[in-house]
């Protein structure tokens, strides 16, 4: 079973290798959107460093959607997710890898660059380390969520904005305690409220995401 | 022994056949026929477990299939219209992945042997972008000669292929009934095995005949 596991992931990591670009692009995302506020907002430091919270989340949230209509799409198209539904294995264990793989590639970099993008905005030192700690938590929360999504609108024309309009509303609850902690860091208020919420989401997430991406797959391929 | 049972196909509010029976025993090769959109991927994809058909099911040694799920499947081999062949990875990285991720992990070496039979030595290592239609095939149909399982399903195997790969695929099926293996294919192509009883089902518009 964890053979398997590893045999995808593995693909997935290798496929990604190959071709950067798709990589590089959710990542380039989020580093363009958020270099965008200073220039339209304006180079006072306090005004940005009090609106940093919400751009960085919004912007990381807007980045690992991108990536999203993706994640099943190539498997479908050249028929291993039909392989992937008659495996010998359970379905919700190898849309996890899946999802896993998806995040190491699209969430991952977005948290291991944060604090460069936390500091043009202004924050200090301990808001950044906040802010690293919440996207490490609430980003694979982002791809397990929207996993089911990506498996609902697969095969479906024009599925990427019908994606957005199911995924984002699922997303805002992350949204507010991941901004939220940030904000609380950096006036000096207590996070530990915002960050069992997220843990919570993220638990929850992690046993139920998959088995209904996994679901949503069969309805798909049916 | 495979069943089919009152199986009943619907695409949209088109029935495509109804009471569908059949039974498939060790070392029998069902050639399902018909004309274009008479039901037969169909047939093929709900005999995989990847379609629910409308009414009926579908017994693997007296048990349904949707009841079996993974223990099913652990006997099935189904390669279908497409390929399911990544273009960034090489022949072998394909063939040795597929395999592993349907359950059956094999060795480098034995994914070596398995595609120079099957006709692609020296291409081992090329990314499948740069293999011909007829050569993706067959690193996809490469599948069949490591294959454990019992069951092979095959949706338009002979596709994309020239006479010698047809001859050659002829002589795996021939060897698969031969250890006892079942098969079901679609193909418009007339073939020939020397081994095990060919039996046919037609597929027409609203009816089926065994």
Known sequence: ?222 | MLECVNLQCTRGDRTLFTDLNFSLNEGEILHVKGVNGSGKTSLLRIMAGLMLAAEGEIRWNSKNIRKLREEYQKDLLYLGHLPGIKADLTALENLRVNNALGGNEISEEEAWNALGHIGLKGREDLPARVLSQGQQRRVALARMLVSKAKIWILDEPFTALDVKAVAMLQDVLSNHLQQQGMIVLTTHQDFTVSQGSLRMIHLGLNEATV
């Open chain 1, 1 to 222: 079973m964890i053979k398997v596991l590893r045999w995808l992931i593995w693909r997935d990591l290798t496929l990604a290798m190959r071709r950067k670009a798709e990589v590089l692009t959710t990542l380039l995302f989020f580093v363009i959107v958020v270099s965008l506020f200073p220039l339209g907002v304006g180079p006072e430091i306090n005004t940005l460093a009090e609106i940093a919270p919400g751009v960085l989340w919004v912007a990381a949230l807007l980045a690992s959607m991108l990536s999203l209509n993706r994640l099943f799409a190539d498997d479908y198209h050249d028929g291993t997710l039909e392989q992937l539904i008659i495996s010998s294995q359970p379905l919700a264990l190898l849309v996890l890898g899946k999802i896993l793989t998806h995040w190491l590639l699209t969430g991952l970099p977005l948290v291991l660059i944060s604090p460069v993008l936390g500091m043009q905005l202004g924050l200090d030192a301990n808001s950044i380390i906040i802010l690293m700690l919440t996207l490490l938590i609430g980003t694979p929360v982002l791809s397990l969520i929207g996993a089911v999504g990506a498996g609902l609108t697969l095969g479906v024309r024009g599925g990427g904005v019908l994606l957005s309009l199911l995924i984002l509303p699922l997303y805002i609850p992350v949204l507010i305690f991941g901004s939220g902690a940030v904000d609380a860091a950096r006036t000096g208020l207590g996070v530990e409220a915002h960050f069992s919420l997220l843990g919570a989401f993220l638990v929850g997430a992690l046993i139920l995401a998959p088995i209904g991406a996994a679901a949503a797959l069969r309805i798909s391929l049916d």
